[in-house]
């Protein structure tokens, strides 16, 4: 089926270890997203790509890792995580053509990871 | 930094009743989305208005936006219990090169 896809839904481990979340989706959207939620804070921007091999940093990207190799892929990757890296985190994605631009487009959230660091 | 803020933080009505939800922004935005998020579950979109509208209708939805208030309404109409949820308010302010900026959301209760 169509749509965006996390993995996994749940997470444990413990702090200094690395992390990859993956996104998957199947619409070949041009943009996706990574977002961190936090009571308090709501939805915080991580990292963006607006097509393959082009990613650059949203509002907290500290201690984030991100690529895009392929249009329907976009991990992201703790690589030496924190407590303070405890979250909800969401993937999402926008927009068909990189030419239409970002603006006035929706964006399709995954059903998130709920990562624990201990 | 938080660009929309809704009010209120939280609202619990009866089935049947209206539920209205704002949203205050600070700098010019191309346009205003709206998007519900069920418990344990991701954002879904529900409608998107641009600057140049002032109003917008789906369904039981009914949105304003006031560009000289910099504000935004979302009214569900004859609410239902289904329709318990958190509401989030995105803008894509001037500067954002068109990424959204969340408020913290209302939570909805709807109760049978």
């Known amino acids: 089926d169509a749509g965006i896809t996390q993995s996994p839904r749940y997470k444990i481990t413990e702090t200094g270890r690395q992390v990859t979340l993956m996104c998957h989706q199947t619409?070949?959207?041009?943009?996706m997203f990574w977002y961190r939620q936090d009571l308090g804070h709501g939805l915080r921007l991580i990292y963006y790509s607006a097509a393959a091999d082009i990613t650059d940093k949203g509002e907290v990207p500290d201690g984030y890792v991100v690529s895009r190799s392929k249009t329907e892929n976009f991990p992201l990757t703790l690589e030496s995580a924190t407590r303070s890296q405890t979250s909800v985190y969401f993937c999402a994605s926008s927009g068909e053509e990189l030419r239409v631009g970002l603006y006035n487009q929706p964006q399709h959230f995954g059903d998130g990871t709920r990562l624990s660091i201990l | 930094s938080q660009q929309g803020e809704e009010d209120p933080q939280a609202l619990s009505i009866q089935e049947g009743e209206n539920a209205t939800m704002n949203c205050s922004y600070k700098t010019s935005i191309n346009n205003l989305q709206w998007y519900r998020q069920n418990s344990g579950r991701g954002l879904v979109h529900l409608i998107l208005?641009?600057?140049?509208?002032r109003e917008k209708h789906s369904g039981r939805l009914r949105v304003t936006l006031d560009t000289s208030k910099k504000s935004s309404s979302l009214l569900i109409t004859a609410s239902r219990a289904a329709d318990t949820a958190s509401y989030f308010c995105a803008t894509d302010a001037s500067g954002s090169q068109g990424n959204l900026i969340f408020g913290k959301g209302t939570k909805l209760s709807v109760k049978p």
């Open positions: 619409w070949s959207h041009s943009y």
């Open positions: 208005i641009r600057s140049n509208e």
